[in-house]
């Protein structure tokens, strides 16, 4: 079945550190993927999306590369930021979207 | 109003309590799920409702029981929970079958004491 493996968290950063948040995936077909960010105290929200191998989704700074050769989607940013601090999910769909286990990424001043 | 909206926010049940949560669409999906987010687990995917019609029940206690009036609201009956019951409930709706993503409600936070 189709499945999306994220790198363990939590995750602490200093500000203006550089951000990556592994993701990848397994799937038959040809998956459109999705990072969605969760704020404290309230739900998801898409932040960006790629629908086909070699698109680059990017969104307030982030930015993701579907990547079929390594089945990966990997989240980055170059300068994070205090508010940047959330939960972030990664995701594929084909008939249904698929979540991995979300990662928590904490920004220190 | 835009966006799908979930009531209430917070609540705290006893275990012999019935209850039920809300959730409102406003975008014209065609397709609704519940989401159940508990701490240090993934996101569970409970019901999906597609034009209506339940079409995924993932295994789900039958204290939690479903309704889907049409397609802008979604019910999750609640009945006889146990503490364990206890998470955040969120709600989506997105156009079935259409790659676009789902839309999230900010949830209803659950306490069964």
């Known amino acids: 079945g189709n499945s999306v493996t994220q790198m363990e968290g939590p995750v602490t950063l200093s500000e203006e550190a550089f951000l990556t948040i592994n993701c990848t995936y397994t799937a038959t077909g040809y998956p459109s993927l999705f990072w969605y960010v969760q704020y404290p105290g309230e739900g998801l929200q898409l932040l960006l999306k790629?629908?086909?191998?070699?698109d680059k989704g990017s969104n307030k700074g982030f930015e993701a590369t579907y990547r079929k050769e390594t089945t990966s989607f990997h989240l980055e940013k170059g300068s994070v930021q205090v508010s940047d601090s959330a939960v972030y999910f990664c995701a594929l769909w084909t008939q249904k979207l698929v979540f991995g286990q979300g990662t928590r990424l904490t920004i220190n001043p | 109003e835009t966006g799908v909206t979930q009531t209430p926010r917070h609540l705290v049940m006893g275990m012999t309590n019935k209850k039920s949560l809300k959730c409102e669409q406003h975008?014209?999906?065609?397709?609704m799920y519940w989401y159940k987010q508990s701490a240090k687990k993934p996101l569970e995917l409970m019901f999906v409702?597609?034009?209506?019609?339940?079409?995924e029940n993932n295994s789900v206690p039958s204290r939690f029981s479903p309704e889907c009036p049409n397609s802008s609201h979604l019910f999750l009956h609640l009945h006889t929970l146990q503490p364990e019951d206890s998470a955040l409930y969120l709600c989506?709706?997105?156009?079935?079958?259409?790659?676009?993503?789902?839309?999230f409600g900010s949830g209803t936070r659950l306490t069964v004491v």
């Open positions: 409702y597609s034009l209506e019609e339940r079409v």
């Open positions: 790629a629908t086909k191998a070699d």
């Open positions: 975008l014209g999906h065609n397709a």
């Open positions: 989506a709706s997105s156009q079935a079958d259409r790659v676009s993503g789902y839309t």
